[in-house]
Nanobody, 114 residues
Framework: QVQLVESGGGLVQAGGSLRLSCAASGSSFSRNVMAWYRQAPGKQRDLVATITPDGSTGYLDSVKGRFTISRDNSKNTVYLQMNSLKPEDTAVYYC????????WGQGTQVTVSS
């Protein structure tokens, strides 16, 4: 059973930055497309960014140019660098595989004040 542990969230003012981390257990991490998702109160969970095993990335239009996803396969960890944060980025952020999800972790809360 793969476990996903997100960290790095917090309260930040608009325009600030945060770096999220997600540590994954299991031996298949390096072979999977990984992703960050977010869920705001009362809204559905949205896909924010993806990264393939070889490092190709994709982003939600609203975060392009501000967020950067990366991974370290030697550490079974995926990161999300978030710059120029906006109040609308406020949500709980989760990582998981892009497809065939593992059990969801607890997520990490990101709150951006205006």
């Amino acid at each position: 059973q793969v476990q996903l542990v997100e960290s790095g969230g917090g309260l930040v003012q608009a325009g600030g930055s945060l770096r999220l981390s997600c540590a994954a257990s299991g031996s298949s991490f390096s072979r999977n497309v990984m992703a960050w998702y977010r869920q705001a109160p009362g809204k559905q969970r949205d896909l924010v960014a993806t990264i393939t095993p070889d490092g190709s990335t994709g982003y939600l239009d609203s975060v392009k140019g501000r967020f950067t996803i990366s991974r370290d396969n030697s550490k079974n960890t995926v990161y999300l660098q978030m710059n120029s944060l906006k109040p609308e980025d406020t949500a709980v952020y989760y990582c998981n595989k892009r497809f065939d999800w593992d059990s969801w972790g607890q997520g990490t809360q990101v709150t951006v004040s205006s």
